[in-house]
């Protein structure tokens, strides 16, 4: 890449309409219905999944998005894109795309799922929810199953559409606390983690799920044609501000999924990667069927080679940069600052299985410099996932800093 590139990041940004001629692209950037929240703060988007995904905005540094998340409650209007299968034949569908069993999904119920090509490279993940028997809608992240999805339903009863439904985020400890308030009734009972319900707000009938993509407690909204999204929107936004609730951008997540290993399609798995090198084969069911890549996964290797990573005093440029004894032993997918833990944080993809939790490394960061790392299971913390089911009511108060590397460590494989 030449140096002048190494220098710049590359956004898209919303501008005045000049002139009355149509921008024949504008299609392949769609844009949520409750961006105009966000267009005060000087918003920055990116491209996920053909939807436009604010990326950086003014209200707030990144750090002030983390403790909002972590300690009070963030709004965050995503860039996933639900697509509808349904038909008497799509269960046998998803059943061929999925390595995870779709029968197990009863309705009511959401399910993790990710696709895979033929060989067991992955495609791209997401949330399935089952909406009735033969109806399911998934939330995908960034990728193309739409082709993927059409290209394999070839004498199947089954009907796969764009149902134009959007979907927002609240997350954070008192969000639950906003959507009792916003109900016209009760809260749904039972309100499990990755349940969804149909529930009436302001005489308006939507769904909402337990799910999001930060491991905070919180649940997702999907707006559909026939709700009057601005009036919902302008309802959550006014009503969560009172909380303390703040619109987020990327940042709002990012360094809490990362602690939590929630792994970023295209970034921390792609087509290169089988879900068990990157530590998702737990969700591979070899008896659900003859799924795409099955053949590929039962002989592939099954050792995951993902990791967390702190970083003393800085944060690690992505790319080739991890190194022990002065070897590059993998990538950086992801990374970011902890405010929390007071240390960069990543996720890491090592090309081999000598390095495991506790190694220490040598990482090249973005001031310039090499800072030593350690390797870490993940999640970094919070490993039964009680805070995303409502189990661990402890709000941190502030940072708990990572105890650092000891002077006396060196290098090792452990």
């Known amino acids: 890449m030449h140096d002048a590139l190494k220098k710049l990041r590359f956004s898209v940004k919303p501008i005045p309409v000049e002139g009355s001629r149509p921008v024949e692209l504008a299609r392949t950037m769609a844009i949520h219905p409750l961006t105009y929240q966000e267009l005060p703060y000087d918003p920055e988007y990116s491209l996920y999944a053909g939807r436009l995904t604010p990326e ?127 109900l016209d ?60 609730m703040i619109l987020t951008a990327t940042p709002g997540f990012r360094c809490r999924r990362i602690e939590a290993g929630l792994l970023s399609a295209g970034q921390d798995f792609t087509s290169e990667t089988t879900p068990f090198a990157v530590g998702l084969g737990k969700f591979i069911d070899f008896e659900s069927g003859d799924f795409i890549g099955r053949e590929a996964l039962l002989s592939a290797d099954k050792t995951s080679r993902s990791w967390g990573m702190r970083v003393e005093g800085g944060i690690a440029l992505r790319g080739d940069t991890p190194k022990h004894n002065g070897q590059i032993v993998g990538r950086v997918t992801s990374s970011t600052w902890s405010p929390y833990q007071v240390c960069g944080v990543a996720i890491v993809h090592l090309r081999g299985t000598d390095l495991q939790a506790g190694a220490i490394v040598e990482v090249d960061c973005v001031d310039g410099e090499v800072h030593q790392a350690e390797l870490c299971t993940l999640p970094m913390y919070d490993p039964k996932g009680e805070i995303v089911r409502g189990i661990n009511t402890v709000v941190p108060k502030g940072p708990e800093p990572w105890i650092g590397i000891s002077k006396d460590r060196t290098s090792k494989t452990a």
């Open 56 to 182: 950086k905005m003014s209200n707030a540094t990144p750090d002030e998005m983390y403790w909002k998340a972590r300690q009070e409650i963030i709004f965050r209007h995503t860039g996933e894109h639900p697509y509808e299968i349904a038909g008497p034949d799509a269960l046998k569908l998803l059943q061929r795309i999925f390595p995870r069993d779709v029968s197990k999904v009863k309705t009511g119920r959401c399910s993790y799922q990710f696709a895979c090509y033929e060989d067991g490279g992955m495609i791209t993940d997401g949330l399935l929810l089952r909406v009735e028997d033969d109806k399911f809608w998934f939330a995908q992240a960034d990728g193309d199953l739409l082709s993927w999805y059409r290209a394999h339903a070839i004498g199947l009863d089954v009907k796969i559409s764009d149902p134009d439904v959007w979907v927002s985020q609240v997350q954070g400890p008192r969000s639950m606390e906003l959507l009792a308030h916003l």
């Open 185 to 244: 009734g009760p809260m749904p009972d039972p309100w499990r983690y990755f349940d969804w319900v149909e529930v009436s707000m302001a005489g308006q009938n939507v769904i909402i799920s337990r799910t999001g993509f930060t491991n905070e407690l919180g649940w997702e909204i999907y707006f559909r044609p026939d709700n009057d999204t601005e009036m919902l929107g302008d309802l959550i936004l006014e009503e969560g501000a009172k909380k303390g």
